[in-house]
């Protein structure tokens, strides 16, 4: 399942940057130039949510959650390049990293058991369309 929600929210990077920006609390960082902080991350308990531009909103339970993905791409810097993947089972969410809420995600995700930091920190640095697990499910 996580192959198949992988391969399906790699179609979906091509379309996140259309539509207009909605109205939501908390709200996109104002007069951004950047497209990405018009996403908007929203977690609590139970689940972590994007809502997106074009008014589609994403989502992933926590308890479903079963990985934590940071893919980059060469697009960079003229456009978004790093991108979060909270791939669930059957849900999750694709989320541009500098989207709004996105500092506080992280602090999150870092609680889960076994994050891999490092991971993470080689990921901050590539240049390259790259994917870098940052976290499994163990069963």
């Known amino acids: 399942m996580l192959t198949k929600f992988l391969s399906i929210s790699m ?49 992933v339970a926590w308890d479903d959650l079963q990985a934590v993905i940071v893919h980059t791409t060469a697009a960079g810097p003229a456009l978004p390049d790093v991108f979060w993947i909270l791939a669930g089972t059957s849900t999750g969410c694709v989320i541009p990293h500098g989207a709004t809420g996105d500092a506080e995600l992280l602090k999150r995700l870092q609680q889960l058991p076994g994050f891999d930091n490092e991971a993470f920190i080689r990921s901050m640095s590539s240049t390259d369309d790259q994917k870098f697990l940052c976290w499994q499910r163990t069963t």
């Not at 379309?15 to 939501?24: A, C, P, T």
């Open 11 to 59: 179609g979906l990077l091509s379309s996140l940057f259309g539509g207009s920006s909605k109205s939501r609390s908390p709200q996109p960082r104002a007069h951004s130039a950047q497209p990405e902080a018009s996403y908007i991350v929203h977690f609590s308990d139970t689940e972590i949510r994007c809502d997106c531009p074009d008014g589609s909103v994403e989502r």
